[in-house]
Structure formats: C-alpha cells, structure tokens
C-alpha cells in the first residue's frame, strides 16, 4: 500500500470518528432534554431528572473534542494565527510551517506516550471514578493517548503535504487575510 493510499485511508477513518462525534452530540443532545423535561414535568413518580446526565454530558464532550481534534487538523480548521506566515517571504514561511508542524509532532508524540503511561497506572492500579457512576478511571484516560497518537499521524502527513506542496505556507487553513 503506497503512502498516499494509506493517508487516504486514514482520511476516510477521521471522517467515521467525526461522524462517531456527531452521534455522541446527538445523543448529548437528547439526554439533556430528557433530563430538563424530568425535572419539569413529573412523569415517572419519584423520578427527577436523570441524575448521572451531568457526569455523562462531561464525558461527552470530551470523547467529542478527541474525535474531532485529528479530523479538524486534517481539513485545517484549528486554531491558526497566520499573520508573521503571511507577512515573510513564502520560503520563510514554509520554513515556519515545518518548524511548527515539527513542534506540533513532538507535542502530540509526548501527550500520547505520557498519556498512555497515565491510563495503564490507573488500569494497572484499578482505579476508579466514583461520582453519580462509578467507573473504572483508565476508560476515559485511554482516549487520550489514542487522540494524539492519531493527531501525531497527522501532523506527518501534514509535513508530507508540505513537502510534496508549493514551497510556501499553506492555504488549508481559514484565514482573515
């Protein structure tokens, strides 16, 4: 499998967990009306809302922010200040590009290994969560180091774009300028 295939491939897997995400804010979405409408209206006796809703909601949003966090990456819709990128020479900016993306890579390689240490402490040690649910604590954990492991592939196939593209800075990315 060549490497384009591969980032192909790997496009194609970012788009079912943004839509995976989708799901998770349809659910969210759903559950906290469910839980707003039982805390009006008394329709099940002694029921007053949905009381794990809140801890659910958290969890949520997480799950959502870790299974958007590559795909957005990958379409360039984060967080991007392109002011000095647009203002040097477009080789110095291409050079910015591949300093930044290179920063990136080893930021989301060391999230991912610390990461990873942190839920197999936390599964090895049998911790748990105990809140309204209780829960074991490395579930939630161990989406972490899977999301950066999944942003740090990115951030390769980024610099291979970069490298293969025009020798200036990118345009993937929204800007006011």
């Known amino acids: 499998m060549s490497i384009a295939a591969l980032e192909a491939a790997y496009g194609k897997a970012l788009d079912a967990l943004a839509l995976v995400a989708c799901a998770l804010i349809f659910a969210l979405t759903l559950m906290i009306c469910a839980d707003v409408f039982l805390r009006n209206v008394r329709i099940v006796p002694g029921t007053v809302g949905l009381a794990w809703s809140n ?18 990456l990958r379409r360039g819709q984060h967080i991007r200040v392109d002011i000095v990128l647009r203002a040097v020479p477009p080789r110095v900016g291409w050079a910015f590009e591949w300093a930044v993306d290179a920063l990136g890579l080893a930021c989301c390689a060391a999230i991912a290994y610390y990461g990873a240490r942190a839920a197999l402490a936390s599964y090895a040690a049998g911790s748990i969560s105990i809140k309204t649910l209780i829960t074991p604590e490395w579930w939630l954990l161990s989406v972490l180091p899977a999301a950066f492991l999944a942003l740090s592939l990115e951030m390769l196939f980024r610099m291979r774009r970069l490298y293969l593209g025009e020798r200036a800075p990118r345009d993937d990315a929204v800007s006011t300028g």
């Open 55 to 72: 801890e659910v909601s958290e969890a949520m949003l997480y799950l959502v922010t870790m299974l958007t966090a590559p795909w957005l």
